[in-house]
Antibody
Framework: QVQLVQSGAEVKKPGASVKVSCKASGYTFTGYFIHWVRQAPGQGLEWMGWINPNSGGTNFAQKFQGRVTVTRDKSTSTAYMELSTLRSDDTAVYYC???????????WGQGTLVTVSS | DIQMTQSPSSLSASVGDRVTITCRASHSINNYLNWYQQKPGKDPKLLIYAASSLQSGVPSRFGGSGSGTDFALTISSLQPEDFASYYCQQSFSSPFTFGPGTKVDIK
C-alpha cells in the first residue's frame, strides 16, 4: 500500500534551518510528483511547492523562493524539504503528499510539526 | 496567482442533512479543482478530484460539481464521521492554492 512516512517533530530557534524527510513506499517513487503543504496552528492549508522525483525539477510558491530547498534520493525513495532562516510564523505542521494525474494530492504523510521558538 | 474563496466559512448541520459548500476561483481553472476533508490532528484526505471525480474508497454521498470558476461539494446525507473541515484546491496553475476552508460541525 502507498505510504509516506515523515520524520519527527523539530524545535528550532529563529534564524536556523530545518530539514524534513518524506519516505515513500508502495509505489514507483519516480512516477509521481511530491508536493509540500504546511498548516500553521489553527489555520488552513498552504501550498509550498513540488518536486519531480524523476528529474529533480522543482517549483515553489513565490513566498518561499530563496528559503526552501526540496531534494530527493531515488535510492531510498525519500524526498527532503529544507526551510532556512526560520521565523516564528514558520511554526506549522509540514506535510508531504503524492500527486496524481492533474496534480491532485492522493496520499499524504502524517505531518511533521516544526516549532520555531527562542 | 489564482485566489480561492469558500463559503460558508463554517456551518452547523444535523445528521441526515444535505450540505453544500461552494468554492470560487479568481480565474477560470477549467475542472482542475480538488476537495479534501481534514479532521482535527489528522492529515487531509482527498475526496473529489477534477471537480467531480470521486476518489476511490470515498462514500458516494460525497459529490462534486462545477467548472470554470464556480464549484460545489455536496454531502447528500451528513453522517457523524463527516464532521470535519473541508478545503478546495486548484491544480490548474502554480501556486496550487487552497481555499480557506469550511468547518462543518454538529448542530
Amino acid at each position: 500500500q502507498v505510504q509516506l512516512v515523515q520524520s519527527g517533530a523539530e524545535v528550532k530557534k529563529p534564524g536556523a534551518s530545518v530539514k524534513v524527510s518524506c519516505k515513500a513506499s508502495g509505489y514507483t517513487f519516480t512516477g509521481y510528483f511530491i508536493h509540500w503543504v504546511r498548516q500553521a496552528p489553527g489555520q488552513g492549508l498552504e501550498w509550498m511547492g513540488w518536486i519531480n522525483p524523476n528529474s529533480g525539477g522543482t517549483n515553489f510558491a513565490q513566498k518561499f523562493q530563496g528559503r526552501v530547498t526540496v531534494t530527493r534520493d531515488k535510492s531510498t525513495s525519500t524526498a527532503y524539504m529544507e526551510l532556512s532562516t526560520l521565523r516564528s510564523d514558520d511554526t506549522a505542521v509540514y506535510y508531504c503528499a503524492r500527486a496524481g494525474d492533474a496534480q491532485f494530492l492522493d496520499y499524504w504523510g502524517q505531518g511533521t510539526l516544526v516549532t520555531v521558538s527562542s | 496567482d489564482i485566489q480561492m474563496t469558500q463559503s460558508p466559512s463554517s456551518l452547523s448541520a444535523s445528521v441526515g442533512d444535505r450540505v453544500t459548500i461552494t468554492c470560487r476561483a479568481s480565474h477560470s481553472i477549467n475542472n482542475y479543482l480538488n476537495w479534501y476533508q481534514q479532521k482535527p490532528g489528522k492529515d487531509p484526505k482527498l475526496l473529489i478530484y477534477a471537480a467531480s471525480s470521486l476518489q476511490s474508497g470515498v462514500p458516494s454521498r460525497f459529490g462534486g460539481s462545477g467548472s470554470g470558476t464556480d464549484f460545489a461539494l455536496t454531502i447528500s446525507s451528513l453522517q457523524p464521521e463527516d464532521f470535519a473541515s473541508y478545503y478546495c484546491q486548484q491544480s490548474f496553475s502554480s501556486p496550487f492554492t487552497f481555499g480557506p476552508g469550511t468547518k462543518v460541525d454538529i448542530k
